[in-house]
């Protein structure tokens, strides 16, 4: 429903009846990570199948249309070609899920990519990216100014305040009116986990996020000094489970913010597979935010190929 509506009376309680078992989630987490994935080929193929999710980001001060033109060249072929062929994966059409770039920077990531005969999506981080603290008009502005540039998917932060003083209902106003301002735009609700204190906050801010019809949850901005965990994470991707047993809507998660190695992505992948199955291991239900990780999976995967690792030089792009 993309009409505004107001939050319930049944929402609100379930909301307020939300406890989180903080001991079962590290356990869990720990589990986790201690999985090992056997062998070397199905590695690279998790590490591919991790590139096919990434939404690869630039949000830097320095930003310009030349970063952002190599960013979308670098979706458009995430893996250099040769090392393609000799996994024969050159003709799977493999590229990024997206790029992701400030509001100002949207019309040059569509203009190369229009350029580049591509039809990636462009998203955006929007409503006073990271810290949530500006005034509503100006985040629903942005929202908007974004949407009319060419993106198609807008990554919304929440505003901490509200879910810190526990105004559920009030957060969720809000972001019923990201929801309108994105129109078609696929919308991603960064909860900036780092920033909201307990478990139980983040399973909270999680459910009224997806009560007000985001497509995404996300944990990070990436700029906060705690960013993506595995605990964390469980605690989200349980919400979503909840969330769609309850209501039969599938929501999708993204993880983002300090994701470096292609290690890390294969025990994201293997979260995801674990405790949603895997329909959630795909683009439209999986994202991982990151702006260096695709640096790693490349090193790696030319490492399966050739036997050694790069230098410098070797992977230019990357
Ligand atoms: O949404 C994406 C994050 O901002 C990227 O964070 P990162 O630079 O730590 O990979």
């Known amino acids: 429903c993309l009409a505004y509506c107001r939050f319930s009376m049944e929402n609100l309680e379930w909301v307020s009846k939300v406890r989180v078992n903080t001991q079962a989630v590290l356990k869990r987490a720990q589990q986790i990570q201690g999985h090992k994935v056997a062998k070397k080929q199905w590695q690279a193929a998790w590490m591919l199948k991790a590139v096919t999710c990434i939404d690869l980001t630039t949000l830097a001060g320095d930003d310009t249309p030349s970063n952002v033109h190599r960013l979308c060249m670098k979706a458009t072929q995430p893996i250099r070609h040769d090392l393609l062929k000799s996994m024969d994966m050159h003709d799977k059409g493999i590229t990024t899920a997206a790029v992701c ?67 559920w209902a009030a957060l969720y106003d809000e972001i019923r009116q990201f929801r309108e301002a994105c129109a078609d735009a696929h919308m991603k609700t960064i909860l900036a986990v780092g920033e909201l204190g307990t478990f139980t906050n983040v399973y909270k801010a999680s459910l009224v996020s997806m009560m007000a019809g985001s497509d995404f949850i996300k944990t990070s901005t990436g700029k906060e000094t705690v960013n993506a965990t595995y605990p964390v994470a469980i605690v989200m991707v349980r919400a979503i489970r909840d969330y769609f047993l309850r209501t039969g809507y599938k929501v999708g998660f993204k993880p983002a913010g300090g994701i470096r190695t292609a290690q890390e992505s294969v025990v994201w992948l293997t979260l995801m597979k674990e405790e949603l199955g895997d329909e959630w291991l795909n683009p439209h239900l999986f994202r991982l935010g990151a702006s260096s990780l695709l640096a790693d999976i490349e090193r790696q995967i030319y490492h399966y190929v050739t036997g050694r690792y790069p230098a410098f030089h070797e992977l230019p792009m990357a």
């Open 101 to 167: 770039v400030y509001p100002s920077r949207v019309a040059d990531a569509v203009k190369s990519l229009k350029a580049a005969n591509s039809s990636l999506p462009v998203a955006s981080v929007a409503t006073g990216f990271p810290a949530g603290q500006t005034p509503l008009k100006t985040r629903l502005a942005e929202v908007q100014m974004a949407v009319e540039d060419g993106a198609t998917e807008i990554d919304i932060v929440i505003n901490r305040t509200l879910a810190l003083t526990g105004q």
